[in-house]
């Protein structure tokens, strides 16, 4: 058996929404260099809905595939679905993948997460703390 | 395809195979039966014996057959600290890079009560016959170190150490996994007590070693059961194994020189060609190094990216990054020679042998750059290094 699904390996190959906006609404960077992740995602949002989406990963594999994939999801949906978007639904959207790198898909979503917080803050808009909870998830954060 | 990853394991060699098909074919029986067709597996396992021993300079009676490397660490380091308790010794000196095989059994060691001293290895990854002698006590039990490391290639001054350990009375094994058939191994005048080696790693089979045990040193059996291996480890020996083991050493140790000779200047070749890659590093000690062994950190991008990257251009390497390790942690190795985390999760192995060609290592001279290039190009670590937002580390 393949260390990664096929899903996997073709967002790792053909990363969607790789690069930079230059004057996004919102950006949310998790992870960090010591653990050997970081992702970071830039929002563009129009009318409450995100209307381009790009990220930069540091990571293996399967953190360049769930960055890729998250971005995927949340294109072009409102604000209020993105919050939705959880771990879980990326590493579904990729076919699953490995127990060791599920932290990767935490990881995307709690980037995607800190975007919109960032967006959010910059226009001084209320937001549920719910949302948003501390980047805690990461084991290698806690040692 | 081009297979890079020698240090992990080697292809089998013709002389290997046809000796274990032989073996399978012609002298299947238990070298334990007494009629004919048992004695000839018997006979067939002595030859090995005597070939195996007269490579590393060993008489037939002090090798063991043992199902690797490290199952021979595992019972070489149990001896030697089972004779030192006898007489009260409790200290064992190793070095903080050894193999897991070594260092996980050590840990138990240290759980049982023995007071484990592990080496600094410096920067170049090695350790002095001096550093040894400052760390011996009255009552060291014994002194591991390994003849060259897996991953960086560092090769260590073994018969140094063995001579300062033999003149102080002190056990000495080395796990020299990577070194047997690629560099000289002499353990009488090297003054070895107790070495490891496996064959994979010499175009053996996998899953046979050896631990060789200077006469006079007995060995603590892991394995209980039947008085094969002169009472050292039980259970029928593997017979085609040893034959496809030592057919393979003698072949390996027969082109030593000139197979070394020819790695080496292609080591030379990819050494020189991936240290223009900005903000990389080797690993390891440039000079006394594995013929085979490159090892390099590559800031800003992660080691496994690079793997699957290489893989999709058919070549095999490997990594110490955490996400290879399949732990938190990347490579104890590097972290020893004080890469710090954020670089040794960006590090690459390629190791050769005399198969690998210059065509090999133009392709990987020209896709290793690409690919880190590519990764460092939509890493935010690396954008964060070149915009001066972080501080680079190589």
């Known amino acids: 058996m393949a260390l990664y699904s096929e899903k996997v390996m073709d967002h790792f190959r053909n990363p969607r929404n790789v690069g930079v906006i230059e004057d996004a609404d919102g950006v949310g960077e998790v992870g960090n260099a010591v653990c050997g992740d970081i992702m970071k995602i830039y929002l563009k949002i129009e009318d409450g809905i995100v209307a381009d989406v790009k990220f930069e990963t540091f990571g293996c594999g399967s953190a360049i595939a769930s960055s890729s994939m998250a971005t995927e999801l949340v294109k072009g949906k409102p604000l209020e679905q993105v919050l939705q978007l959880t771990n879980k639904a990326v590493a579904e959207a990729l076919d699953g993948l490995p127990a060791h790198k599920l932290h990767c898909s935490v990881l995307a979503e709690e980037a995607i997460r800190a975007a919109v917080k960032d967006y959010y803050e910059r226009q001084g808009l209320p937001c549920s703390p719910k949302d948003f909870p501390d980047c805690g998830s990461c084991e290698g954060c806690r040692r | ?118 080496l600094p290895v410096g920067k170049l990854g090695t350790v002095t016959a001096q550093q040894v002698a400052d760390a011996i006590r009255t009552d060291t039990a014994l002194v591991t170190v390994m003849y060259a490391n897996n991953e960086i ?193 960006g590090s690459l192995r390629l190791s050769l042998c005399e198969e690998n060609s210059e065509a090999d290592a133009a392709a990987i001279l020209k896709a290793v750059p690409e690919i880190v290039a590519y990764l460092r190009n939509m890493s935010p670590l690396w954008k964060d290094k070149i915009s001066g937002k972080r501080e680079f580390v190589l």
């Not at chain 2, 080697?10 to 238990?30: D, H, Q, R, V, Y």
């Not at chain 2, 140790?253 to 020819?262: G, L, S």
């Not at chain 2, 890659?277 to 590559?298: E, K, M, Q, T, Y």
């Open chain 2, 153 to 345: 290639g560092s090769i260590l001054p073994v018969s140094e150490i063995g001579a300062v350990c033999r003149e102080r009375g002190v056990l000495f094994h080395t796990d020299a996994v990577q070194a047997a058939g690629h560099l000289p191994v002499d353990v009488k005048t090297q003054n070895i007590d107790m070495l490891s080696l496996s064959a994979h790693k010499f175009h053996g089979p996998k899953g046979a070693g050896v631990l060789y045990a200077r006469q006079g040193v007995p060995l603590t059996r892991l394995i209980e059961g039947g008085a094969q291996e002169r009472g050292r480890r039980a259970g029928t020996e593997n017979v085609a194994a040893a034959a496809g083991m030592a057919a393979a050493l003698e072949e390996t140790c027969a082109h030593m020189e000139e197979n070394a000779f020819k790695v080496s200047a292609l080591r030379e070749r990819l050494i020189a060609g991936l240290s223009q890659i900005p903000h990389s590093a080797l690993n390891g000690d440039p000079v006394n190094r594995l013929p085979g062994n490159v090892s390099f950190c590559f800031e800003g991008v992660e080691g496994e990216s690079l793997l699957l990257l290489l893989d999709d251009r058919g070549i095999c390497a490997s990594s110490g990054s955490a996400c290879t390790s399949g732990s938190l942690d990347p490579s104890h190795v590097l972290l020893a020679i004080g890469r710090p985390h954020e670089v040794a999760h």
């Open chain 2, 1 to 118: 395809m081009i297979y890079a990853d020698n240090a992990a394991t080697t292809k089998m060699s013709a002389a290997a195979i046809s000796a274990m098909l032989n073996c399978m074919e012609e002298s299947w029986g238990n070298p334990s039966s007494l009629y004919g067709l048992g004695q000839r597996a018997s006979e067939t396992l002595q030859s090995a014996r005597e070939r195996i021993a007269a490579c590393i300079g060993a008489s037939p009676k002090e090798i063991t057959f043992t199902s690797g490397g490290s199952e021979a660490d595992n019972q070489a380091i149990r001896s030697a600290a089972l004779l030192g308790a006898r007489k009260g010794k409790r200290h064992i000196i190793s070095t903080a890079f050894e193999h897991h095989a070594v260092l996980h059994t050590l840990k138990k060691l240290e759980d049982e009560g023995f007071e484990i001293e592990l």
